[in-house]
C-alpha cells in the first residue's frame, strides 16, 4: 500500500536532493497545487492535498524524487501547468507533487535540422516569442496557449486549434526525456534518435508516453517540431441559418482539398445564443443568424490568396454570409481569451452567477454530429431542471484530424456549474451527467475524450469500455513499467492492475 | 488586538464573490505576463493562488497566518488584471474587472490588523512615520530637507499648482524633481510646491499599514487646502495612483483636486508650442512603460509624445501591451522585503532593452530607475538609465545644475 503522511527524514531527503527553498510544504503551497481548472467538489478541496510541492530543476533531480518516492511507495503526482481539463494533475492520494515550471529553459535551437529543444516547463506563448527571432514558431496551439506548458501537453496529449495544417502534440513532439517510475531516464522517440520523425526501429514508445497523464512517467525534455512563421494568415467566419446548413457547409469546407486550411469550428445555436447574452460580436448579428463557422488558414501569400478566394466560395455555396474582417480577425486572434468566463452563467430566470466552465470533449465522426448534438443537449437539459445549478453554453465541432481538416471532429458541449453552491448530492448528479454523455460518445462510434484525457469520474469508468482488449494491455504496462503503483495512483483504474497479484 | 476569527470572516465576506471570479475561471493567462512568477515560476505567486487562497479560506481550509509570507509577492504592476479574460472579455457587459491589486493590499492590510508583520515593513513604515517622508536608501532623510533639490530654483510656496515631489525623487534623484520644475518654469507653467510635503502614503498602504497611510493623506490634503491649491501635478507615478485612487477612497466627494501627471502636461505643452525641445539628444533609446502609467492607469501615449518630439533621438519602441510582462519589480513595496527577487526582475528588463541594441533606457518611474541603473551598469556595453523629464530638459537646452542624478 502507498503512504500519505510524509514524516520528517522523507522532507529531509527530499530538501538534499533539491535544495531546501524548493521543497514546499506551506498549506497555501498545497492548496494551489492541488486543483485545475475542471470543475472541481470546491466543498471536499482538503481530501486532494498533496502533502509537499517540490520545484526541481532537473532531470537528475526528479529521477532522485521518484527514486525515493518509489523506495518508500510515495504517491508522486506532475504538474505543469495545472490548465488541464481532466485532472491529471490532481492529487488523488497525497504524497508529492512534482512542479515542473522551474523548468523552463530553451535548451537548442536548430534551425539546420528545424527542431527546438525544451524544458517540459516552457510556455508556448513564451516559447514563441523566442523563436520568433528566427522566423519559425511552434504550432501547437490550445485554447490554453498563452498559459499551458509543454510538459502538461504531453502528459494529456493536446490538441491544437491548428493542427489540421500542423498537426497536434503528438505530432510535434519529435522524441522526448522522461524519467520512468523507477528513476531511470531514458529518452523515446518514434524510433531512436532525438530529431527523427519517422522511424520503424522497435515499437513506437513516443505514444506511449503521451496521454498517460502522469501514470506513467514525468517528462523531463522535449525536442519539438519547428516550422516556417507563416507569411499569410486568413481567418473568416460565416454566419448561417440554422446548425443543419452550417453542419453540411462545415463537411463541404473540410472536403476541399485546401492544404493550408488549418482548422474549421462550428458553433451550432445555442453557442450562437450563449453568445449573444454578452459578447459584442454576437449581440448585433440579425436573429436569422443561429449557426456559425470558423475558419483559419495559414501559409505563404502564393498559397493563401488563392486558397482564401476558394474557401470564400465554397462557404457562399454552401449558405453562408461572410460576418466581416472585423468579427472575423478579431475573434480569431481573440481565440484564447474568449472561450468561457464565469460571469457567462446564467439561471433559468436569467440571474448571473459566476460558474465554473467545464468542457466536455470527444472525438465523434462528422456523420454522427447531429445525432450525437441532440442527444448532449438533451441531457444537459434534463440536469438543468432538475438541479438548478448547471447551464448550457452551447457546442463547437472542431476538425480533429492532425494535417488534415476532413474525418472525425472535436466536439465539446460547455456547461457551466455553479460552484459555490456544490454539495455532495450535486456533485453525484454532475459527475451522472458526463457519464451520460460520454455513453452517448461511445454509443456512436466515438471516443470519450479527444484532448482532455478521460481519467475524471463519469469517464473514466467508461474507458475499460472503450479501450476493450486493450484496457488489459494499459494494465499490463501500468504493472511493468511502475511496480509499486507510484506514478499519480488512482488515475485511469489503473489500480486494477495490481489487484490480482 | 482583533479577534482574528472575526477579521478573517469580515474579508471572506467582502471579497468572496471577486475571489470567485478568478477561482471558477482558472484559466491562469496572468501567470506568465506576472513579473514576480517569471523569475520564482512558484505557484504559489500567482494571482490565479491570491484569488482561489480566499475561497480556500471560506472553506475553512486557510486561515489568515497561511496567507503572510506568499502575498509580500507582488509588485502591484497589474498585469494580470489586465491578461485576465474577465477584465477583457466582461469588463464592459458586466463592469466587472479583476481586482488582483486590491485583493493583495487587503490581504496585507487583513495581516497587519491581526498582527502579522513582515520585519522589512514595519521598519519601513516606522521609519516613514518618524521622519515623514520614505527611508530612502543610502541617503539621509530630515525632513527640513525635503524641499533641498530646488535650492536654487526660487520656487514660490502654494498656488493653484502644487508640483508634488516623491520621496525618492526628493531625497535621492533629485535631478528628476530639479528637470521637472525648470521644464515647467521654461514652459511659463505657474506651481508652487507644500509648504511641507509629507511622504504621500502609497507605500504604507501597499504594506498593509493602512492608518499610517492615511494619516499622511490627511496631512498633504490639509496642506494643499491650505496653500490653496485645486491642481497637483505629480512625477511619480506612484503618487498618480495614490492621489486618483487612495485619496478619493478616504475623502469621498471632498476630495476636489485636479491630479495631473507630468507626462500628460508635457505633452501638452510640446503639442501647443510652450516648450521647444530643439537640442539634440543622439541616442539610441528604449522606453520602460511604468506598470502604474501603462497597465494601471492606461498612459502610454503622452510619454512616446514626448520622446517623438526629442530631435536627435532614435526610440526603439517597444509597444505597450509587450511591456504588459515587463516590470522594474520596485513597486508594491517588494524590493523592500525581497531585493533578491526583484533585482532579477530588474535584470530581465535591461536584458530586453539589451536586445534592442540601445544605449540608453528612459523610463518615467523615479522609483524604477534606482535598480534598473544598478542591471543596466552591471551590462556590457552599459546601458544608461534616464528619467524623462532629464531628458526633456537637456532637449530643451536647461542646465539642471550639477545636481545628483
Excluded at chain 1, 329 to 344: E, F, I, K, M, V
Excluded at chain 1, 477 to 495: C, H, Q, S, V
Excluded at chain 2, 59 to 76: K, N, V
Excluded at chain 2, 81 to 99: I, S
Amino acid at each position: 500500500m502507498t503512504a500519505t503522511a510524509l514524516d520528517d527524514p522523507v522532507l529531509e531527503e527530499l530538501r538534499q536532493i533539491l535544495g531546501g527553498d524548493h521543497v514546499l510544504t506551506s498549506r497555501t503551497s498545497r492548496f494551489n497545487r492541488t486543483r485545475v481548472p475542471a470543475p472541481f467538489p470546491v466543498h471536499r478541496w482538503s481530501e486532494y492535498l498533496p502533502d509537499v510541492a517540490v520545484l526541481p530543476t532537473s532531470a537528475e533531480q526528479i529521477a532522485e524524487v521518484v527514486k525515493l518516492a518509489n523506495r518508500l511507495r510515495i504517491p508522486i503526482v506532475a504538474r505543469a501547468g495545472g490548465t488541464g481539463l481532466a485532472d491529471g494533475a490532481v492529487p488523488l492520494r497525497g504524497g508529492i507533487v512534482v512542479d515542473v515550471k522551474l523548468m523552463n529553459r530553451i535548451l537548442d535551437i536548430d534551425l539546420v535540422d528545424r527542431t527546438v529543444t525544451v524544458q517540459p516547463g516552457i510556455n508556448m506563448l513564451k516559447l514563441n516569442e523566442e523563436l520568433k527571432k528566427h522566423g519559425v514558431f511552434y504550432p501547437d496551439d490550445p485554447a490554453s496557449y498563452p498559459c499551458s506548458l509543454v510538459g502538461g501537453r504531453i502528459g494529456t496529449s493536446g490538441w491544437s486549434l491548428i493542427g489540421g495544417r500542423y498537426g497536434h502534440t503528438r505530432d510535434l513532439v519529435i522524441s522526448m526525456q522522461l524519467v520512468l517510475p523507477t528513476g531511470d531516464i531514458i529518452e523515446v522517440g518514434d524510433g531512436g534518435g532525438r530529431k527523427i520523425r519517422k522511424s520503424s526501429t522497435g515499437f513506437q514508445l513516443k505514444h506511449l508516453f503521451m496521454g498517460h497523464q502522469g501514470t506513467l512517467g514525468i517528462c523531463t525534455e522535449a525536442t519539438l517540431e519547428l516550422v516556417p512563421r507563416a507569411e499569410a494568415e486568413f481567418a473568416a467566419f460565416f454566419g448561417y441559418p440554422d446548425f443543419e446548413t452550417a453542419y453540411r457547409s462545415t463537411g463541404a469546407l473540410t472536403k476541399s482539398g485546401l492544404a493550408t486550411l488549418a482548422g474549421v469550428v462550428l458553433f451550432d445555436e445555442q453557442k450562437v445564443d450563449y453568445l449573444r447574452r454578452d459578447d459584442e460580436a454576437y449581440i448585433p448579428q440579425p436573429p436569422e443568424l443561429r449557426s456559425v463557422i470558423a475558419t483559419a488558414m495559414y501559409g505563404t501569400l502564393d498559397e493563401v490568396k488563392p486558397a482564401a478566394r476558394r474557401l470564400m466560395r465554397i462557404a457562399r455555396e454552401t449558405g453562408g454570409d461572410y460576418l466581416g474582417d472585423e468579427v472575423s480577425q478579431g475573434d480569431w486572434a481573440s481565440r484564447h481569451d474568449r472561450y468561457a468566463t464565469p460571469l457567462h452563467g446564467r439561471l433559468r430566470d436569467g440571474t448571473v452567477v459566476p460558474m465554473c466552465w467545464h468542457c466536455e470533449d470527444a472525438a465523434i465522426v462528422y456523420s454522427a454530429l447531429p445525432d450525437v448534438r441532440r442527444e448532449w443537449h438533451a441531457i444537459a437539459e434534463r440536469y438543468i431542471e432538475g438541479y438548478g445549478i448547471f447551464d448550457d453554453w452551447g457546442m463547437f465541432f472542431y476538425t480533429n484530424g492532425p494535417y488534415k481538416p476532413w474525418g472525425d471532429y472535436l466536439v465539446e458541449i460547455d456547461i457551466g456549474i455553479w460552484e459555490q453552491r456544490l454539495d455532495d448530492e450535486t456533485w453525484a448528479a454532475w459527475v451522472e451527467c458526463k457519464r451520460e454523455i460520454a455513453e452517448v460518445s461511445l454509443r456512436y462510434g466515438g471516443s470519450i475524450t479527444a484532448c482532455h484525457g478521460a481519467t475524471r469520474a463519469g469517464d473514466v469508468e467508461l474507458v475499460p469500455l472503450e479501450m476493450g482488449g486493450g484496457f488489459e494491455v494499459m494494465k499490463q504496462i501500468k504493472r511493468a513499467l511502475d511496480p509499486n503503483n507510484i506514478m499519480n495512483p488512482g488515475k485511469y483504474l489503473l489500480d486494477q492492475a495490481y489487484e490480482d497479484g | 488586538m482583533p479577534d482574528r476569527e472575526q477579521l478573517q470572516a469580515e474579508f471572506v465576506e467582502e471579497w468572496r464573490d471577486n475571489g470567485y471570479g478568478c477561482f471558477s475561471s482558472g484559466h491562469k493567462f496572468c501567470r506568465e505576463v506576472c513579473p514576480v512568477m517569471q523569475v520564482t515560476r512558484n505557484e504559489n505567486h500567482t494571482p490565479t493562488a491570491f484569488h482561489a487562497n480566499i475561497v480556500a479560506l471560506e472553506q475553512g481550509g486557510l486561515s489568515i497566518e497561511d496567507l503572510a509570507e506568499d502575498y509580500i509577492h507582488c509588485t502591484m504592476c497589474g498585469a494580470c488584471e489586465l491578461r485576465c479574460p474577465n477584465t477583457l472579455f466582461t469588463g464592459d457587459f458586466y463592469r466587472h474587472r479583476t481586482r488582483t491589486v486590491d485583493v493583495v493590499k487587503a490581504v496585507r492590510a487583513l495581516l497587519v490588523q491581526a498582527g502579522i508583520e513582515q520585519p522589512n515593513w514595519k521598519r519601513w513604515v516606522e521609519a516613514t512615520v518618524d521622519r515623514k517622508s520614505e527611508p530612502v536608501l543610502d541617503v539621509p532623510i530630515e525632513q527640513e530637507r525635503v524641499a533641498e533639490w530646488a535650492a536654487g530654483l526660487d520656487l514660490p510656496v502654494g498656488g493653484e499648482t502644487i508640483l508634488f515631489c516623491d520621496c525618492e525623487a526628493a531625497f535621492y534623484r533629485t535631478s528628476v524633481p530639479r528637470a521637472t520644475a525648470m521644464v515647467l518654469t521654461a514652459a511659463g507653467v505657474e506651481f508652487g510646491l507644500m509648504r511641507e510635503q509629507w511622504c504621500c502614503g502609497g507605500p504604507a498602504a501597499e504594506m498593509g499599514y493602512v492608518d499610517q497611510a492615511r494619516s499622511f493623506a490627511e496631512h498633504n490634503v490639509a496642506d494643499w487646502r491650505t496653500v490653496g491649491a485645486r491642481r497637483i501635478i505629480t512625477l511619480d507615478p506612484h503618487d498618480y495612483i495614490t492621489f486618483t485612487e487612495d485619496y478619493p477612497a478616504y475623502f469621498g466627494d471632498d476630495y476636489d483636486f485636479e491630479i495631473v501627471h507630468i507626462t500628460e502636461l508635457v505633452a501638452e505643452l510640446i503639442a501647443d508650442g510652450r516648450l521647444a525641445l530643439t537640442v539634440p539628444v543622439e541616442r539610441t533609446a528604449t522606453y520602460h512603460d511604468p506598470c502604474r502609467l501603462n497597465k494601471r492607469k492606461g498612459i502610454y501615449e503622452s510619454p512616446r509624445a514626448i520622446l517623438r518630439a526629442i530631435p536627435g533621438l532614435t526610440f526603439r519602441d517597444v509597444d505597450r501591451v509587450t511591456q504588459w510582462s515587463y516590470c522594474s519589480g520596485a513597486g508594491g513595496g517588494f524590493a523592500i522585503e525581497r531585493p533578491d527577487i526583484a533585482a532579477e526582475i530588474s535584470r530581465r528588463r535591461m536584458a530586453r532593452a539589451a536586445e534592442l541594441d540601445v544605449d540608453i533606457l528612459i523610463s518615467g518611474c523615479v522609483w524604477s530607475e534606482r535598480p534598473l541603473t544598478a542591471r543596466g551598469e552591471e551590462r556590457d556595453p552599459a546601458i544608461e538609465v534616464r528619467d524623462l523629464m532629464e531628458l526633456v530638459a537637456e532637449a530643451a537646452g536647461i542646465d539642471l545644475g550639477g545636481v545628483k542624478g
